[in-house]
């Protein structure tokens, strides 16, 4: 396992603890992190939490975990009750921007929305700074008091 973070040396383990030729989900523990951090002598993170986020939302599986997928599928770690985790293998999402989506130019704060027509150009919309500038713009609210003077 040389190579290896200690993040991915702890799910590793925990993964192939759990996993037999086939199986397509499993649920694991928060405590067997902490053992088996003791069994391969890792230092445990402060945040025990983090190992899973990580693989959750930052990183990839280790390759060793990923190879176990068939075709077209991926490991997925979802929650499954309080200090509870479940591997699940599903089908791989291929998220991509949508290009028919308006793009924001930022510098100018300015939505620009493609047309729907035939011209296949884009205009302008214009979009307010804040909302203190449409609230001002609406006038006062009438369910709100006057302010009073001290």
Known sequence: ????????????????????????????????????????????????????????YRSELPVRVSETCATGMTWYILPAGKGRYRFEMQPEIDLQPNPNYGKINRQKRLLVIPRAGPAGRSHRAARPRSSVGRAAAAGPNPRTPAPTRR
Do not use: Q, S
Request: aromatic share 18%; net charge negative; charged share 30%.
């Open 1 to 56: 396992m040389v190579g290896k973070n200690r993040y991915e040396r702890l799910i590793e383990a925990i993964f192939f603890h759990h996993y037999e030729p086939g199986c397509t989900w499993f649920t694991f523990e928060r405590e067997e992190l902490e053992r088996f951090a003791a069994e391969l002598n890792i230092r445990l993170p402060k945040n025990l939490g983090d190992v899973v986020y990580t693989f959750r």
